[in-house]
């Protein structure tokens, strides 16, 4: 911080410095030569605190208390900061600002980035913080990375306390930590907890990229107490602990979940590669793991600090989410001026010599004068290239005139005619073709429209330019030849259109090119009326661009108006370094100048880019009178200054700063003055003007020659301003704004100044608002828009009576400000950079020059930085752009990013919402090298603007959210229930039909004995086809050879097994044949099988632990499987996973014994246990029921009775067999119905994804069931191949039903897009279906439809039925139905029909109390084929008795009914099913475990990932889940990895806007990471685990502050 604002450096030192950062922002030396040469420069000058190293930067901050004489003199530069922002006073504002922060420490968490994502020029330049380290006081003690003494006496470095503030720990040693900033690569597994028990941080990270098993790098060699806000040491963690899940915010409360230990990777192949996540715990015993916890655990204690702004906390439990609305602040200054009145300007005095048009004044110096100098153009090196004199000029436009009209088109239809419009596309260093071109336009009488060159097909404005000028009707281009030839063009040499260009034919303007005209031939000079004279373009904030109409008159009358304020004479030298194509270079350089027969020097922008001095020095070398800049202009020439002797400025009576309504500009006048008031500058000469678009000129300082009268100078409060009141401020003060005059009104004009919005009223004297001129000189109208002509041109201010000012029309200005005393003109900023924030008014130039005084020369490349508002949740929200420097690291960068939203919240008193940094020279560039800012807010809301560094405040800034939702008590049993109605609505509950008569393989009890007595009565009935990848038969199964196979099992399991009655089997089996055979013969030896899934070969690792886990907790005494698992679970790799020696014995049945058991077990009784069905549930939870014999033969009759299952069917089967309605269909429903099953096991449609509906059509098959995920690998995989596998005889007409199995809510995008896509291939589209089933019971509803002539059979259902209801009354646990296509409405399909048997009432979770129809509460379940229980091995009993065997709190109090732990609503539909009775639909919504309570309100999972994915291309996939009240967003990325950062304020933006929530922190990983179980359903909470214990190997991690 040490700079030369505050050291008292001698001249030349400082000059030296100057030129240093001058190449340094040049791009000629690196920053590494210009911090050595610097540091050189003012190594002698530093105070050095006793034992310091010369060569830090140490902090010394000299008060600032400029007297106003000081102020004006002190001479200041500074390196390639943004020249229009500049103010030294500002920048020690900021940094007083940035001081008082010091105390209060701010922890942002730094965001985590992918080692490849890290654009970085060395390693070496980088050391990252220290991750383990969190505790904030070692800064005193310590020193830091230096070694340095921090001594308490303020000469910590700025940065370091930045940076211990923000990473809550030291500047980071390079010995304690070399990991990069990636999340993912650097902290080290923490070895396996049951190996030690306590766990301390690493000492050193490594740098790669974590490998698939966690090793532990270097063991835990030191100790260290790490803080989360107190001194903790690690607690020692003993194994049980383990099982437990952390307590969170979602509702993990016993009575929803099985505290079963969570199987680590219980899923199939797509699972991430997790080890086991590290368990610690915090201060309020929340554990936590690892780096990325105390990072979150950082957030959460910094978000827990109290916002400036206090939420008024309201709990209103209504449906409408009340979006808080911002009450005016009663302290707020208001107004109190008198109302002011309209200012006129001086009479605009008539000159007897004045021409009565500008091309009458041509005409008269192109023969009276025609040696007269008119323009001079210079090369780069500043040499004059050509001196264009008046009678050329004359000649030149004559020619030019006549070939337009005459020489384009024919003769009876020339192409262009007086009136018409024509573009002028001419380069910036050509001022003399483009003078020639415009006198050659006015003299034909068509309008010319200047604009910019295209430089590319795709530039980023020229688009709009296009639609400017097909708007215009523009055909004809004149250009250069120059211009001409560098032009895109086309391989045959053709210009090719550009983007939203018209059709263009180009004219080339050169004399050679051009045919002389005829003697007699004469253009026909006019006085000037009000025909247009030409189009100046403007490009609003939205990034369309107009065209303003000038008319002849207002031409002339502007170029009146600015001789008189400007004193121009004949021959006056002036030096123009504007653009001449528009604005104030056009006014005085092209046109003004003509009037007068001055001479213009111009001064192209490439040669101030060579040689910033050009402009003084040709002042000097012409001894010019007027020159014409921009303060940036100034700037440059401070910078490059170097004690030229020969510079003197005394014969420039008026220098205009073109800029001057940038409040900014001030800084460069003054600086400006400081510096060449010795070389002759007079402090009168600089005279700021005011301009626009609309207005043309709005004001101008007048050179006086009396230099007593000083310039006027407002010092404003910017708190005032945001209220749009003037209130003048003592310089002391840090959030001020000093401005300057820009004169007086211009001759001939009438000034007031009206409200910004709204009715044009009259502002009182206090107060800002829009500038409105009433003049001849302005524009007239926006080409072709007669709507915004009227808003803009033609106001009729009133006064507070209601009255109008005048009765002409007033132009707006578009300029922000306020009349001062003495008529003097204040600007304060302009409308297009106003953003309404919270109902405050702030300034984009403000907040600009606010960031760029935190150490700009550090990190923002060249001053590139771009503000803008984007409207998110109905308030306009701050956006910050900037570029970043090529070689500052990221630590700097985000330390620099954290000290901006300091200093524009002390500063302006508003948050940002988002700081977005983009590598060097990527923003988009208006022609003249700005920054397009329209464009750049589009690329930021679309997702294509690629930052390198993102960050995001929404807990700051966002102050409207709804307000958090208290829950009512409800009312009492006995007022609500009158008979059948709860609350006025009839109860809501439903069944499905009665069971019905017995038929002959009812009469039962038991599976086995199905199965034997088919084998007599139908042997050779074929029961199951088993088909490979390629669509053949690989096995089948007659009734017969199933029976004898189950014998052998059941006899092996008796003579090698040694196994009684009652225990339990593992079959570890490959989904197919011997897996149903297995269970079978376990059935028959009296043993309980349990169906597991077999280990993955290629991702042992993690699957192996979920078997070893199942066949424990299921207490299996013994595993049956095939030989390949056999050898696979003997192998190392298995033994490196699992301790391989306390398997149960493992039996082989793939050598069968050759004899059959004595005899086949028959149970005693129908409720023992036929076997157990383990699942792992969304929530990761391991859970096990009990299926007795009565309920499974009970769920077999009612699955045949709603599928009308007989031997004569067949029945296609793609899903996985090991649970759930799978395992039912898979194994046990042919055996009982006695129809044929075609088994497609779904991994092989990773081969052949067409393999389950090709085998569909191949068989003629009416009915089949899959799960989502093969229903999404078919959409996926085959949504291209439609038409080939039509080719292919692929034929889905004769399909009445398609069930998905599903324990969810229906994914209905996922179903709509299957029958869209195989429609074409005879799908019928009401075939498609759900099922909906749990762990209590395990198919509740299934849906067949019934088609065509079958419908009236009886057996039929209805439709499936959609209902849209509103989400934000879903959130208060409310059902609330609206049209499709309503804002915030989600629709539902229901879950399917009801099964024969089976009863559901809607419950309240808490109260257990009935609800009514359409009221949202938990699904409850009686039935014949609910499980019986939980099988556990912890016995918690008191968890079963209620899933399982819940009451009513009133009402029917008698039956036993089920928990299914999913909420959902019955809703009663017109439809009537087969009895006549009323079809009541079943909506299902969400599990009660995997909702998140956030804000008092419910959210479910997947609505708020349906936004997210919605949001950008490169999305593929998104979870959600919450930590410590904190929402997560994990995002999958399928594009490259430079996308990852758009997607962070995509992602925030759309949950707020959606879901009235904030996001915590962002996750960006790579495809496949989301695990997903084999429903198809994510586990979110396996990837919340992996997320904490840092095993996901982000790209980035984004913690939104």
């Given at each position: 911080m040490a700079d030369r604002d505050t050291l008292?450096?001698?001249?030349?030192?400082?000059?030296?410095?100057?030129?240093?950062?001058?190449?340094?922002?040049?791009?000629?030396?690196?920053?590494?030569?210009?911090?050595?040469?610097?540091?050189?420069?003012?190594?002698?000058?530093?105070?050095?605190?006793?034992?310091?190293?010369?060569?830090?930067?140490?902090?010394?901050?000299?008060?600032?208390?400029?007297?106003?004489?000081?102020?004006?003199?002190?001479?200041?530069?500074?390196?390639?900061?943004?020249?229009?922002?500049?103010?030294?006073?500002?920048?020690?504002?900021?940094?007083?600002?940035?001081?008082?922060?010091?105390?209060?420490?701010?922890?942002?968490?730094?965001?985590?980035?992918?080692?490849?994502?890290?654009?970085?020029?060395?390693?070496?330049?980088?050391?990252?913080?220290?991750?383990?380290?969190?505790?904030?006081?070692?800064?005193?003690?310590?020193?830091?990375?230096?070694?340095?003494?921090?001594?308490?006496?303020?000469?910590?470095?700025?940065?370091?306390?930045?940076?211990?503030?923000?990473?809550?720990?030291?500047?980071?040693?390079?010995?304690?930590?070399?990991?990069?900033?990636?999340?993912?690569?650097?902290?080290?597994?923490?070895?396996?907890?049951?190996?030690?028990?306590?766990?301390?941080?690493?000492?050193?990270?490594?740098l790669k990229r974590k490998s698939k098993t966690g090793t532990v790098e270097n063991g835990n060699s030191l100790r260290r107490s790490c803080e989360f806000g107190s001194e903790l040491t690690w607690q020692p963690l003993e194994t049980e602990e383990n099982h437990c899940a952390p307590p969170d915010v979602t509702t993990y409360t016993s009575e929803h979940s099985i505290q079963v230990e969570r199987p680590q990777g219980s899923t199939s192949r797509s699972v991430p590669k997790y080890g086991n996540a590290e368990l610690m715990e915090t201060g309020d015993g929340v554990p936590v793991s690892s780096r990325v916890s105390a990072k979150i655990q950082q957030l959460v204690n910094t978000l827990k600090r109290p916002k400036r702004p206090p939420l008024r906390e309201f709990f209103v439990d209504d449906f409408?989410?009340?979006?808080?609305?911002?009450?005016?602040?009663?302290?707020?200054?208001?107004?109190?001026?008198?109302?002011?009145?309209?200012?006129?300007?001086?009479?605009?005095?008539?000159?007897?010599?004045?021409?009565?048009?500008?091309?009458?004044?041509?005409?008269?110096?192109?023969?009276?004068?025609?040696?007269?100098?008119?323009?001079?153009?210079?090369?780069?090196?500043?040499?004059?290239?050509?001196?264009?004199?008046?009678?050329?000029?004359?000649?030149?436009?004559?020619?030019?005139?006549?070939?337009?009209?005459?020489?384009?088109?024919?003769?009876?239809?020339?192409?262009?005619?007086?009136?018409?419009?024509?573009?002028?596309?001419?380069?910036?260093?050509?001022?003399?073709?483009?003078?020639?071109?415009?006198?050659?336009?006015?003299?034909?009488?068509?309008?010319?429209?200047?604009?910019?060159?295209?430089?590319?097909?795709?530039?980023?404005?020229?688009?709009?330019?296009?639609?400017?000028?097909?708007?215009?009707?523009?055909?004809?281009?004149?250009?250069?030849?120059?211009?001409?030839?560098?032009?895109?063009?086309?391989?045959?040499?053709?210009?090719?259109?550009?983007?939203?260009?018209?059709?263009?034919?180009?004219?080339?303007?050169?004399?050679?090119?051009?045919?002389?005209?005829?003697?007699?031939?004469?253009?026909?000079?006019?006085?000037?009326?009000?025909?247009?004279?030409?189009?100046?373009?403007?490009?609003?904030?939205?990034?369309?661009?107009?065209?303003?109409?000038?008319?002849?008159?207002?031409?002339?009358?502007?170029?009146?108006?600015?001789?008189?304020?400007?004193?121009?004479?004949?021959?006056?030298?002036?030096?123009?370094?504007?653009?001449?194509?528009?604005?104030?270079?056009?006014?005085?350089?092209i046109l003004t100048s003509v009037m007068n027969m001055m001479h213009v020097i111009s001064i192209p922008y490439s040669l101030m880019k060579v040689n910033p001095l050009s402009w003084i020095q040709k002042v000097c070398q012409y001894k010019a009178k007027v020159s014409c800049v921009k303060s940036r202009d100034m700037h440059w020439a401070l910078v490059a200054h170097r004690d030229q002797r020969d510079v003197n400025l005394s014969s420039l009576r008026m220098l205009i700063v073109a800029d001057g309504s940038n409040p900014w500009s001030i800084s460069s006048c003054d600086a400006f003055l400081n510096v060449f008031q010795s070389k002759g500058l007079r402090p009168e000469v600089i005279c700021p003007c005011a301009s626009s678009p609309e207005a043309l000129t709005v004001a101008i300082r007048r050179p006086t020659d009396d230099s007593n009268q000083p310039p006027g100078r407002g010092v404003l409060s910017m708190q005032g301003l945001s209220y749009g009141v003037i209130r003048v401020d003592s310089e002391e003060k840090l959030s001020v704004l000093t401005v300057q005059d820009v004169g007086t009104v211009m001759p001939g004009g009438l000034m007031c100044v009206v409200k910004p919005d709204g009715v044009p009223q009259i502002c009182r004297t206090d107060e800002i608002g829009e500038l409105c001129v009433c003049s001849i000189a302005t524009g007239t109208s926006y080409y072709g828009l007669s709507g915004m002509t009227k808003n803009t041109f033609e106001v009729f201010p009133m006064c507070s009576s209601g009255a109008p000012v005048s009765e002409y029309p007033f132009a707006r200005t578009g300029l922000l400000g306020f009349i001062g005393p003495g008529g003097l003109v204040f600007i304060a900023g302009k409308m297009d950079g106003l953003m309404v924030v919270s109902g405050r008014r702030h300034n984009a130039d403000d907040i600009v020059a606010t960031a760029l005084a935190v150490e700009p020369m550090k990190f923002v490349y060249r001053g590139r930085i771009a503000v803008f508002s984007i409207s998110v949740l109905h308030d306009e929200r701050v956006v910050i752009v900037a570029e970043q420097r090529p070689d500052s690291t990221e630590e700097d960068s985000f330390q620099w990013m954290s000290r901006v939203l300091q200093a524009i919240d002390s500063i302006h008193q508003v948050g940002v919402y988002c700081l977005a940094l983009v590598p060097a020279n990527t923003l988009p560039k208006t022609p003249l090298g700005g920054i397009h800012l329209s464009e750049t807010k589009q690329l930021f809301l679309e997702g294509s603007l690629h930052p390198c560094n993102v960050l995001m405040c929404p807990h700051t800034c966002v102050t409207n959210l709804p307000k958090p939702r208290q829950k009512q008590p409800e009312i009492g049993p006995a007022s609500v229930m009158v008979g059948n109605l709860v609350s006025g609505k009839r109860i809501a509950q439903a069944s499905g039909r009665d069971l019905g008569q017995i038929e002959d393989n009812d009469q039962f009890l038991f599976l086995s004995e199905v199965l034997q007595w088919r084998a007599q009565t139908t042997p050779d009935h074929i029961l199951y086809t088993l088909l490979s990848s390629r669509g053949t038969i690989a096995s089948s199964l007659t009734c017969l050879q199933l029976h004898k196979r189950a014998e052998k099992i059941a006899a092996m399991l008796g003579e090698r097994g040694h196994l009684q009655d009652g225990d339990h089997v593992a079959l570890v089996y490959p989904p197919g044949i011997d897996l149903i055979a297995a269970f079978y013969g376990c059935l028959y030896a009296g043993c309980v099988p349990i169906t597991v899934r077999p280990p993955h070969p290629q991702n042992i690792a993690t699957t192996l632990p979920t078997v070893k886990m199942i066949v424990e907790v299921s207490r299996s005494t013994c595993i049956m499987t095939s030989q390949v698992i056999c050898k696979l679970l003997r192998s190392k790799e298995a033994s490196a996973a699992v301790d391989v020696r306390t398997w149960p014995p493992v039996l082989d049945t793939d050598d069968l014994p050759k004899k059959r058991p004595p005899q086949v077990y028959k149970p005693s009784d129908p409720d023992t246990l036929a076997y157990l069905d383990f699942s792992v549930s969304t929530t990761g939870m391991l859970a096990g029921v009990k299926m007795s014999h009565t309920a499974t033969s009970a769920f077999c009759r009612s699955i045949k009775l709603q599928c009308e299952l007989y031997p004569s069917r067949e029945v296609a089967i793609c899903l996985d067999p090991y649970c759930g309605l799978g395992f039912v269909l898979w194994c046990l429903c042919s055996v009982y119905s006695g129809h044929q099953s075609i088994l497609i096991p779904p991994s092989e449609l990773e081969i052949n994804p067409a393999l389950w509906l090709l085998a569909v059509s191949q068989y003629k098959v009416r009915d089949t069931f899959c799960s989502y995920s093969v229903m999404e690998l078919c959409t996926k995989g085959l949504g291209l191949q439609t038409e080939s596998l039509k080719s292919r005889g692929l034929d889905l007409s004769r399909v009445r039903t398609c069930v998905v199995v599903a324990e969810e809510r229906p994914r209905i995008s996922l179903t709509q897009s299957f029958s869209k896509l195989f429609k074409d291939l005879g799908l019928h589209p009401r075939a498609v279906s759900t099922s909906f089933g749990c762990r209590v019971n395990l198919a509740i509803c299934l849906q067949p439809h019934r088609l065509g002539k079958l419908a009236e059979q009886g057996t039929s259902g209805p439709d499936p039925t959609t209902v849209f209801v509103d989400m934000r009354a879903l959130r208060h646990d409310r059902v609330r139905l609206v049209e499709r296509g309503s804002p915030h409405s989600l629709p539902l399909m229901e879950s399917g029909k009801i099964l024969p048997g089976v009863r559901i009432i809607i419950a309240n979770p808490e109260t257990k109390g009935p609800l009514g129809d359409s009221h949202l509460g938990e699904v409850w379940v009686h039935s014949a084929h609910n499980s019986s229980g939980y099988f556990t091995i912890y016995g918690e009993e008191s968890l079963q008795s209620d899933h399982f065997n819940s009451h009513l709190s009133f009402g029917d109090t008698q039956t036993i009914w089920a928990r299914t732990g999913y909420l959902g609503f019955l809703r009663r539909t017109e439809l009537t099913d087969a009895s006549g009775e009323r079809h009541d639909a079943l909506y299902v919504v969400g599990a009660l475990d995997e909702a998140m309570e956030l804000r008092g309100m419910r959210y479910h999972p997947i609505d708020i990932e349906t936004s997210v994915i919605r949001t950008h291309k490169s999305i593929t996939e998104c979870a959600v889940f919450t930590w410590t009240n904190l929402l997560v967003v994990v995002v999958e990325l399928d594009g490259s990895e430079q996308e990852a950062l758009d997607l962070v304020p995509l992602v925030t933006n759309v949950v707020l806007e959606e879901h009235y929530l904030i996001v915590g922190v962002v996750v960006v990983v790579d495809i496949g990471v989301i695990p997903i179980n084999s429903r198809g359903e994510k586990q979110r909470m396996h990837l919340r685990d992996g997320f904490l214990a840092d095993q996901l190997d982000p790209i980035y991690v984004a913690y939104n502050m």
């Open positions: 008292p450096l001698p001249l030349e030192v400082r000059a030296r410095l100057a030129e240093l950062e001058l190449e340094l922002s040049e791009g000629d030396i690196t920053q590494k030569g210009y911090e050595k040469k610097r540091s050189k420069l003012i190594g002698a000058y530093l105070p050095q605190p006793p034992g310091v190293d010369p060569s830090l930067p140490q902090e010394r901050r000299t008060p600032v208390t400029p007297s106003s004489s000081s102020r004006y003199h002190r001479r200041r530069s500074s390196g390639s900061r943004d020249e229009r922002y500049r103010s030294d006073v500002h920048t020690e504002a900021v940094q007083a600002a940035l001081a008082k922060h010091k105390e209060r420490k701010m922890a942002v968490p730094m965001p985590s980035k992918r080692r490849s994502l890290v654009v970085q020029t060395s390693m070496d330049a980088y050391t990252p913080p220290d991750t383990s380290s969190g505790s904030e006081g070692e800064g005193s003690g310590q020193g830091d990375s230096q070694g340095t003494p921090n001594s308490s006496q303020g000469s910590i470095n700025m940065e370091h306390w930045i940076s211990r503030a923000i990473h809550g720990s030291t500047t980071s040693s390079t010995t304690s930590s070399s990991s990069t900033q990636s999340g993912g690569s650097g902290a080290a597994r923490l070895s396996d907890l049951t190996a030690q028990t306590h766990i301390g941080p690493i000492a050193h990270l490594s409408e989410e009340l979006l808080e609305v911002l009450q005016p602040d009663p302290n707020q200054p208001k107004p109190e001026g008198a109302q002011m009145l309209p200012m006129r300007g001086e009479q605009l005095g008539v000159v007897t010599n004045w021409p009565p048009s500008l091309e009458a004044a041509l005409q008269r110096w192109g023969t009276i004068s025609p040696k007269a100098p008119c323009l001079t153009t210079m090369d780069t090196n500043g040499k004059p290239l050509y001196i264009l004199t008046y009678g050329k000029l004359w000649t030149r436009s004559m020619k030019v005139a006549y070939n337009i009209l005459h020489k384009l088109g024919s003769k009876q239809e020339p192409m262009v005619r007086p009136g018409d419009r024509v573009a002028l596309v001419f380069p910036n260093n050509d001022p003399a073709a483009f003078m020639v071109a415009f006198y050659g336009c006015l003299l034909a009488e068509v309008v010319p429209v200047p604009i910019e060159v295209p430089l590319t097909r795709k530039d980023a404005g020229s688009q709009q330019i296009g639609f400017l000028l097909g708007s215009c009707g523009v055909t004809v281009a004149l250009t250069s030849d120059a211009c001409h030839k560098g032009l895109p063009k086309s391989p045959t040499g053709e210009i090719p259109q550009f983007k939203g260009w018209p059709k263009l034919l180009w004219f080339v303007t050169e004399s050679k090119h051009l045919s002389k005209p005829p003697r007699d031939w004469f253009p026909h000079i006019k006085d000037a009326n009000n025909d247009t004279a030409y189009i100046e373009y403007k490009t609003c904030k939205d990034g369309s661009v107009l065209g303003v109409t000038v008319t002849r008159i207002a031409l002339l009358t502007h170029c009146q108006a600015l001789t008189q304020a400007c004193g121009y004479t004949e021959a006056e030298t002036i030096v123009n370094v504007l653009d001449f194509k528009k604005d104030v270079g056009l006014w005085h350089g």
